[in-house]
């Protein structure tokens, strides 16, 4: 019994050594935004209304989409976030965050990293 307890020890202990190697996927960003044109709701954009009922949030990966989940990685992660199928969630952010929104008007007031 004692064996087998050591062994499982050191099979759980390679396993966050290769996940610490591996990339992670926890960064996202939380904006918070407004409209510059009138007849507009937050879930347009894929937000929410914020505590301030002029501005809503939104929390985006880097392909400037809503977040999906507890990671921005492009298939499942582990529980620490990391050894994502096919890697993070590419691209810049605010910038395609609002490239894909202009048609909306939305100008952001604010922004947030976080690291989960």
């Avoid at 390679?14 to 990339?23: D, E, F, I, K, M």
């Avoid at 949030?57 to 392909?63: E, G, K, L, N, R």
Wanted: glycine share 10%; net charge positive.
């Amino acid at each position: 019994m004692k064996h087998i307890s050591i062994l499982l020890a050191l099979i759980c202990v390679l396993a966050c050594v290769g996940s610490l190697r591996a990339q992670c996927c926890r960064q996202s960003l939380t904006l918070m935004y407004r409209y510059n044109r009138p007849g507009r709701t937050c879930a347009d954009a894929g937000g929410r209304l914020s505590n301030n009922p002029n501005i809503c949030t939104i929390t985006i990966c880097a392909d400037g989409r809503a977040k999906q989940g507890s990671y921005c990685g492009r298939g499942p992660c582990n529980i620490f976030g990391c050894n994502c199928d096919y890697g993070c969630i590419p691209g810049n952010w605010m910038q395609t965050f609002l490239e894909r929104n202009r048609r909306l008007g939305v100008t952001v007031t604010d922004s947030r990293w976080s690291a989960n």
